[in-house]
């Protein structure tokens, strides 16, 4: 079992995205993807950052695929996303609507917002041409370990959610925009004042989700450290990390450690609420219960 | 003249539907396999049959929605709702996921297929996608397109679009939301419900009424006031913006339903085929309602008429409604 850096969710100004991925490159990942994967109106402040990225990680080993938008609607994202394939790197789908674009018998991988609940989704897509499937992070371990072994059969690498705030909705609309009494389309990108999402609590302060645009994250940390185990029994071949603030390398040396086996699910856990004092680690999808179960 | 798609969640409300004018109803079988998986709602076999034979027998047809995400390893289930759905005579089956969709295709080469909703296909190429891979005869448009938007697809597909008129209001995609299943382990794409009532609990609190979502408060309003059905992206919340302030309020949506009686001229002039009205989980007597409603509205939109003033005012009232995402303010 590896691990797969997802595409950064949230809107980061140039800079963090640059010393991001510097800092990555020299972390135990095997693989990156980038892209704008929330909003395209944030592109083009950020774009110009991707090349050197690329370059950067390749240099150091990574393997990198390019991610399209999760929600792809206008004329100039369908535009964007059918340009991600003439990159001559691996595209990662976010957006089922992608494959209109895939050129016959490219190598594509999928990301975990398209809908593979299945053995027949799944080998649908192998025959189409997916190499990996990062899962759907709702998905149980009873259907993860299913769609592992079709994975197996398919010739397909199937990923988890290992860590990171899950995504659970993408929306027409932008509720950064509209807590501040804006539309999108005057949203005057104020998503930006929030490098972690902007927190969403109930009237009793529980913490509860996270918004990021026209995407809602959960509040808490999705972490499967505690479930490395029967995944590798399962099948499973790596484990998504999702970018966030703070000491992102640290998070990535220490799944890396996990996966060694160099360090117990218990010890795992809190090293991470060392990393990332205050976030609350949770994981209840994987064992059918709410996803807002927290970790013990 | 558009064709006018009205929810059956029960033999009795499929006939007075079909009865009040609806051109067409749609149902689901009573398990896991479609988007409305509540108690004491949709059809056996024996019941679809019977449903089947009434609408047609006064030339209205009848889809079968079949629109969860099959359960990896149990796949069959859903094989078998797509292969008696078209041996008991519907007229297309409503599917959402992919390997489905291929199946029914491969297996069922006659039966008509159009795509749910809940496969959240929002731009040309998606449709033409699943027209040029399966066969898809219709789309039905998820509820993130303005009207401008939906005009340009039409232009750029050779399928049917259907669009939602009336109802509950999804504000996020559909088909592609876990908010359930993070308060509850239930959602939508496995379970087939959303924000489900078995997680429900309702409480009065010092002077309030409180409804919750499993661990989360999703209302609060004071005594004497009517708490909403904590449906999870309606819920009032508070947000702090990290400097000291916070908003509170609907963050998401507030506790409206869909109303775009007003638009219905301007969906037909989009190029829309058929118009959509949510409510499987309703009454015969509100479904009856509705249906005769709108088919006023549809035949004054195909004679150029204005629509019909009030028509909806009853079961609306005390309700907020909104156009939601056709119009594109509401982003």
């Known amino acids: ?96 609507s992608a494959l209109k ?30 190499r990996r499937i990062c899962l759907p992070p709702e998905l149980p371990l009873e259907s993860v370990a299913q769609l592992a072994r079709a994975g197996q059969q398919a010739g397909v690498a199937v990923e988890v ?74 099948g499973v071949g790596a484990l998504r990390l999702s970018p966030q603030p703070g000491d992102f390398a640290a998070v990535a040396r220490l799944y890396a450690c996990l996966l060694e086996s160099g360090l117990s699910p218990r010890d795992a856990l ?27 | 003249m558009m064709e006018l798609v009205c929810p059956a969640g029960t033999p009795a409300a499929l006939r007075a539907a079909v009865d009040a004018g609806a051109h067409t109803v749609y149902c689901g079988f009573a398990d896991e396999t479609n988007a409305r998986n509540f108690p004491g709602l949709n059809f056996s076999r024996e019941e679809l049959a019977e449903g089947v034979a009434y609408a047609h027998a006064r030339g209205a047809k009848v889809l079968v929605a079949i629109n969860t995400f099959p359960r990896a390893g149990d796949q069959v289930l859903w094989h078998r709702a797509v292969r008696d759905a078209a041996d008991l005579g519907a007229d297309a089956v409503i599917l959402a996921d992919l390997g489905l969709i291929a199946h029914a295709a491969e297996a069922h080469p006659g039966l008509r297929l ?49 669009v ?78 990290g400097k000291g302030d916070s908003q509170t309020g609907h963050i998401f949506e507030d506790p409206v339903s869909l109303d775009a009686t007003r638009l219905i001229p301007a969906l037909q002039k989009a190029g829309v085929s058929a118009l959509k009205i949510e409510g499987r989980q309703r009454s015969r007597a509100y479904v009856a309602q509705v249906v005769r409603a709108f088919r006023a509205a549809v035949e004054a939109a195909d004679q150029g008429a204005p629509m019909p003033e009030g028509l909806l005012a009853r079961l609306t009232e005390g309700q907020a409604a909104t156009t939601g995402a056709y119009a594109k303010t509401w982003r």
């Not at chain 1, 774009?47 to 609607?73: C, D, N, W």
């Not at chain 2, 795509?115 to 039905?140: H, K, M, T």
């Not at chain 2, 909403?228 to 009032?236: A, E, M, V």
Request: hydrophobic content about 40%; proline content about 7%; glycine content about 8%.
């Open chain 1, 1 to 96: 079992m590896d691990l797969t850096v997802g595409p950064i969710a949230f809107f980061w100004s140039a800079e963090q995205v640059r010393a991001f991925y510097r800092t990555l490159a020299d972390t135990p990942v095997q693989r990156v993807v980038i892209g704008e994967w929330v909003c395209s109106k944030r592109l083009p402040f950020w774009q110009h950052e991707i090349p050197a990225a690329v370059e950067v990680l390749l240099a150091a080993g990574k393997e990198v695929a390019l991610s399209t938008l999760t929600l792809i609607t206008l004329k100039r994202e369908r535009r964007q996303t059918a340009e991600l394939f003439a990159s001559g790197l691996p595209v990662e789908i976010a957006d089922l």
């Open chain 2, 164 to 241: 939602f008129v009336f109802g509950g209001l999804c504000v996020m995609a559909e088909g592609r939301c876990s908010l359930s299943s993070y308060a509850t382990g239930l959602s939508p794409n496995m379970n087939g419900v959303c924000s489900p009532a078995s997680h429900v609990a309702y409480a009065d609190v010092a002077g309030n009424h409180e409804a919750r979502l499993g661990d989360f408060l999703i209302h609060r309003t004071p005594k004497g006031m009517p708490v909403p059905y904590p449906t999870l992206c309606k819920g009032c919340f508070t947000s702090p913006d």
């Open chain 1, 161 to 234: 959610w290992g860590h990171g705030r899950a995504p659970l909705a993408i929306s027409g609309r932008c509720y950064h925009a509209r807590l501040h009494d804006r539309a999108k389309d005057s949203c005057q990108f104020v998503c930006a004042e929030d490098p972690d999402g902007r927190t969403v609590e109930t009237l009793e302060g529980q913490p509860f989700l996270t918004v990021n645009g026209v995407q809602t994250l959960s509040y808490t940390h999705m972490s499967v450290a505690g479930q490395v185990d029967p995944l590798r029994e399962a």
């Open chain 1, 101 to 130: 674009h895939l050129p016959e018998g490219a190598p594509f991988w999928v990301g975990p917002t398209v809908n593979v609940y299945n053995e027949g989704t799944l080998e649908w897509l192998a025959a189409r041409g997916a």
């Open chain 1, 270 to 296: 809190a090293d991470l609420r060392r990393i990332q004092p205050g976030a609350i680690f949770a994981q209840g999808f994987l064992e059918a219960r709410p996803g807002a179960a927290p970790c013990p």
């Open chain 2, 114 to 162: 159009h795509l749910s909703v809940q496969a959240a296909a929002a731009n040309p190429d998606a449709i033409n996608f699943y027209a040029e891979a399966f066969g898809i005869r219709r789309v039905v448009l998820p509820r993130v397109l303005s009207v401008e938007e939906i005009t340009a697809i039409n232009r750029e597909i050779d399928v049917e679009t259907e």
